[in-house]
């Protein structure tokens, strides 16, 4: 069977659960037709009523070269009819080009974010009273290969194992690892600080009363994180981000946070530092941390330059700046929401005070 057709058969019926009534959104640029063309299929055969937004090569850089402010702040009515009318979405995340916006204006590109932020207060409104539910799911191409140092073929295979999709029963895989999730939730459940030291880290996050979330594929394509929001003013310390990560298609490594009371005091980084520093100056909730998170993922080794895998990658924490989960508990609105990720080999994490975590294993599980 072709990784369209067992993708797209893995995300309507597993990750989304569609069904008939459903009005699915799919969001793509037109390299990923033939994962598209399945996704149609699969759902009308469900009784949902696909709808596309399809986006050509390099579209985003053409916008961000071209658009004037009056443009960057215009949200079309088909746009907000969409947040508050479709029941489900999916998201596929694949280019030809995944350095289109390296040299993109970046403060046209935090006008646009502070902008979409309506767009994503309705969605994440309606998500949390159970209206609507989404997924994001990749698919290869030249460009992706690329940037993970593969060859396509490779790459497609990597893609095949961090998604499960070469397993007999994908779906059992994936309820496997619900499981042993729920177990890592189970630990963290009840604490009211999580402490995380390792190379140039010492910090704290306040997280009581927040919910720890099993990210367990009904939204990311591949998944395998278990996360939370951390109370607004209740991180402090310091954090260094070793692995290389890419946020609006530009690069940025080896960074580092210094937060007191929940907001970044300081910031720098090795790699994309003038890029760090404007996405940190979007609006004022871009300096706060949304999210501290688990990757749990053994199937992704090693970066690949792609959020959707390198957040999953086995033995790291990942922490966002910026908009926090309000199924979490969390408060934070902000236009970004940025995945900066850790390796976890030499690291430790405590609960309370009890060491839970060393080398980039749960204790006990």
């Not at 204006?105 to 609507?132: H, I, N, P, Q």
């Not at 030291?197 to 939204?219: L, M, P, Q, S, Y």
């Not at 609105?333 to 990720?341: A, E, L, R, V």
Request: hydrophobic share 40%.
């Amino acid at each position: 069977m072709s990784l369209e057709k067992k993708m797209a058969e893995l995300i309507c019926n597993y990750s989304l659960g569609l069904k008939e009534g459903d009005v699915f959104l799919v969001r793509a640029e037109t390299v990923s037709e033939p994962l598209v063309k399945e996704f149609v299929k699969q759902s009308l055969e469900l009784g949902a009523h696909p709808i596309l937004r399809m986006m050509v090569s390099e579209q985003q850089a053409i916008f961000y070269k071209y658009a004037s402010e009056k443009q960057l702040e215009f949200i079309p009515a088909s746009v907000m009819a969409d947040a508050e009318n479709i029941t489900a979405q999916v998201y596929i995340d694949s280019t030809d080009n995944t350095k289109q916006l390296t040299n993109a204006d970046k403060s046209k590109m935090a006008t646009y974010a502070k902008t979409m932020r309506k767009v994503r207060d309705v969605l994440m409104d309606r998500e949390s009273k159970g209206e609507f539910r989404w997924s994001l799911c990749p698919y290869p191409t030249q460009a992706m290969a690329q940037d993970a140092e593969m060859s396509l073929d490779e790459y497609t295979e990597f893609v095949f194992n961090a998604c499960k999709l070469n397993e007999a029963d994908p779906v059992a895989a994936w309820n496997k690892v619900d499981k042993f999730q729920n177990q890592v939730v189970d630990i963290l459940t009840g604490t009211k600080e999580i402490r995380i030291e390792g190379h140039k880290t010492d910090i704290t996050f306040n997280v009581a009363d927040r919910k720890w979330i099993n990210c367990n594929g009904h939204h990311n394509m591949p998944d395998g994180e278990v996360f939370t929001s951390p109370v607004e003013d209740g991180v402090n310390g310091q954090i260094f981000f070793d692995l290389p990560t890419s946020y609006m298609g530009v690069e940025a490594g080896g960074i580092m946070l210094k937060i007191e009371n929940g907001k970044i005091m300081e910031a720098s980084a090795e790699k994309g530092d003038d890029f760090l520093q404007s996405v940190l100056d979007t609006d004022e909730g871009s300096r706060l941390i949304g999210e501290i998170a688990f990757g749990l993922n053994d199937n992704i080794t090693k970066p690949t330059k792609n959020i959707l895998f390198d957040e999953k990658i086995g033995r790291t924490i990942h922490m966002a700046v910026g908009a926090s989960y309000p199924e979490a508990g969390g408060k934070n609105k902000s236009g970004i929401h940025w995945d900066m990720i850790k390796s976890m080999s030499d690291g430790k994490v405590y609960a309370d005070g009890v060491q839970i975590y060393s080398e980039g294993k749960f204790h006990g599980i």
